[in-house]
C-alpha cells in the first residue's frame, strides 16, 4: 500500500511538472495574446536562435499593437471615453476631452494596456475606474447566425467570438469547433469556455463551428473555399494597415 501510494505521488509529481514545462513552452507563450513581459523575457531565455525568439524579441521591443488595431475603454462617470477607438500609427491612441494630446502605444503589450490606460487618464481625472480590453479580429464562419469578422476581448473566451457573431444555429455540430491561420487548421476542440488567450489566438484567425446540416458535404466545401477568400482578405487587410 504504501508503495502504491508513493508510486501514484512520484506520477502526481511528474504530470504536474510536465504541465508546467508545456506552459512555459517558449512557442506557446510567444503566442498567446496577453502574455506577460516577465513571461515573454523567461521564454527568451529558453528560445535559442529560432524565430520565436525574433518574435518575442519584437513583442517586448515594439509592443503589441498596430496601426488599425482597436481598444474597447470604458471609464467611469466620462461616456466620451466609454467606446472603441481605433490605434494610429504611430502606434498611439488619440482620446477625446478630457484628455489632451495622443498616448503612445510603441512598446506596449496587451497585458500592460489596463495599467498604461489607467495612468494615462489619471492625468486628466482623480481617481478614474478604468476598464481597457484590447481586441483581436477573427473571422467566424460555419453553423453561427452571422457569420462575419468580429473584433473580440484578448481576455475573453472561445463562446464570446462565437455570440459576437449571433450564437451557433441549431445544425451547430457542438464536438467540432476549428480554429485555422492562414487556411490551416492548429486547433479543434469542444470546450466554449476555452481562453482565447490559451489558444494563442491572433489577428485573422478563423473560427469555424462544424455542421450537422443534411447535405453538408456541400455547406463545407462553401465554408472551405470562404474560409480561404477571408484569409486572402485579412491577410491583404494586415499587409496594408501594418
Known amino acids: 500500500m504504501r508503495f502504491r501510494a508513493l508510486g501514484f ?3 502526481a509529481l511528474l504530470s504536474a511538472s510536465s504541465l508546467v514545462a508545456q ?22 531565455s529558453g528560445a535559442g536562435a529560432s524565430d520565436v525568439a525574433v518574435r518575442i524579441k519584437s513583442r517586448l521591443s515594439e509592443g503589441d499593437f498596430h ?12 461616456s466620451t471615453l466609454s467606446d472603441t477607438f481605433t490605434v494610429g500609427s504611430g502606434p498611439e491612441l488619440i482620446l477625446p476631452p478630457p484628455t489632451t494630446g495622443s498616448m503612445s502605444l510603441k512598446g506596449v ?30 473571422a467566424v464562419q460555419g453553423e453561427v447566425e452571422r457569420g462575419g469578422i468580429y473584433a473580440v476581448p484578448a481576455d475573453g473566451q472561445l463562446a464570446d467570438a462565437l455570440m459576437a457573431a449571433g450564437g451557433t444555429t441549431e445544425f451547430a455540430k457542438a464536438n467540432k ?9 492548429y486547433w479543434e476542440g469542444t470546450a466554449f469556455d476555452t481562453d482565447l488567450d490559451a489558444l494563442g489566438l491572433r489577428d485573422g484567425d478563423q473560427i469555424v463551428v462544424g455542421s450537422n446540416r443534411p447535405g453538408k458535404g456541400s455547406e463545407n466545401l462553401r465554408v472551405a473555399a470562404l ?14 494597415i501594418h
Open 109 to 138: 503589450l496587451r497585458s500592460e494596456l489596463q495599467s498604461k490606460m489607467t495612468e494615462y487618464i489619471a492625468r486628466f481625472k482623480n481617481n478614474p475606474i478604468v476598464r481597457a480590453q484590447p481586441l483581436i479580429r477573427v
Open 177 to 185: 469547433v476549428t480554429i485555422a491561420r492562414n487556411g490551416r487548421t
Open 23 to 44: 506552459d512555459q513552452d517558449p512557442r506557446k507563450v510567444a503566442e498567446r495574446p496577453l502574455a506577460t513581459r516577465e513571461e515573454l523575457q523567461a521564454a527568451l
Open 67 to 78: 496601426r488599425g488595431d482597436r481598444i474597447a475603454l470604458m471609464v467611469q462617470s466620462e
Open 227 to 240: 474560409i480561404i477568400s477571408i484569409a486572402g482578405g485579412l491577410y491583404g487587410l494586415s499587409r496594408a
Open 9 to 11: 505521488g512520484i506520477w
